[in-house]
Nanobody, 122 residues
Framework: QVQLVESGGGLVQAGGSLRLSCAAS????????MGWFRQGPGKEREFVAA????????YYSDSVKGRFTISRDNAKNTVYLQMNSLKPEDTAVYYC???????????????WGQGTQVTVSS
């Protein structure tokens, strides 16, 4: 069983930055691929970024590539999402997710956090 808790969300002006954190509990964290998803108002949940077991494989949606960076620190059981050059379109609830096996861009993850709100003002 893996428990995920996101933090770091908040209100920021367009062009600003935020760093989201996802703290995971469980002995097998290092064997899990991690992902970030988001869901804006009235929209379906969408993929944002994912990272593999060793942190050497990262994947991004076209909408965030070049602005967001996903990373992980297995010693701290934590995954991060650094968000730069934020746009109002980035406003959403951001969810951390974990799965056993290889990282994917789909929603087939086994564990999900409660989400953290990110609001970008124009």
């Amino acid at each position: 069983q893996v428990q995920l808790v996101e933090s770091g969300g908040g209100l920021v002006q367009a062009g600003g930055s935020l760093r989201l954190s996802c703290a995971a509990s469980g002995r097998t964290f290092s064997n899990h691929a991690m992902g970030w998803f988001r869901q804006g108002p009235g929209k379906e949940r969408e993929f944002v970024a994912a990272i593999g077991w060793f942190g050497g494989y990262a994947y991004y949606s076209d909408s965030v590539k070049g602005r967001f960076t996903i990373s992980r620190d297995n010693a701290k059981n934590t995954v991060y999402l650094q968000m730069n050059s934020l746009k109002p379109e980035d406003t959403a609830v951001y969810y951390c997710a974990a799965k056993r096996g290889l990282a994917t861009t789909s929603s087939d993850y086994d564990y999900w956090g409660q989400g953290t709100q990110v609001t970008v003002s124009s």
